[in-house]
């Protein structure tokens, strides 16, 4: 038979599972698009988190940082992405200490019998 876990269990539970979700989140949208404006012929050029420049514009599909020519470089994305990673990690490490503490209580339970 299974116990009904504790509301701190729960509570546990939830955290790591919003962090994971929240880490992926941000994790995805450090590939979306940060800049975006208008073309002088009335289209619309973005620049994405990675660099990578979409729409009408003559240089679209190539990377900003190609563009740059070592001027510098552009690559937002990475703030995002390294927040993403660093939640993630905390996520699985929440989810892990709760089942490790789970199988211990379980073991420590199966030996008073």
Do not use: H
């Not at 420049?53 to 003559?58: F, K, L, Q, Y």
């Not at 070592?70 to 927040?83: E, F, I, M, N, S």
């Amino acid at each position: 038979m299974r116990a009904i876990p504790s509301a701190r269990q729960a509570t546990r539970r939830w955290v790591a599972a919003v962090a994971g979700l929240g880490g992926l989140l941000m994790i995805g949208s450090s590939f979306l698009p940060w800049i975006s404006t208008d073309t002088e012929d009335g289209g619309s050029t973005a620049i994405t988190g990675w660099g990578g420049i979409t729409g009408s514009s003559g240089i679209a599909g190539t990377n900003l940082n190609d563009v740059l020519d070592g001027a510098g470089t552009y690559r937002p994305g990475v703030l995002g992405l390294a927040c993403g990673v660093v939640t993630l990690i905390a996520a699985v490490a929440i989810g892990i200490g709760f089942i490790f503490r789970s199988i211990l209580k379980r073991r420590a339970g199966s030996g008073r019998e």
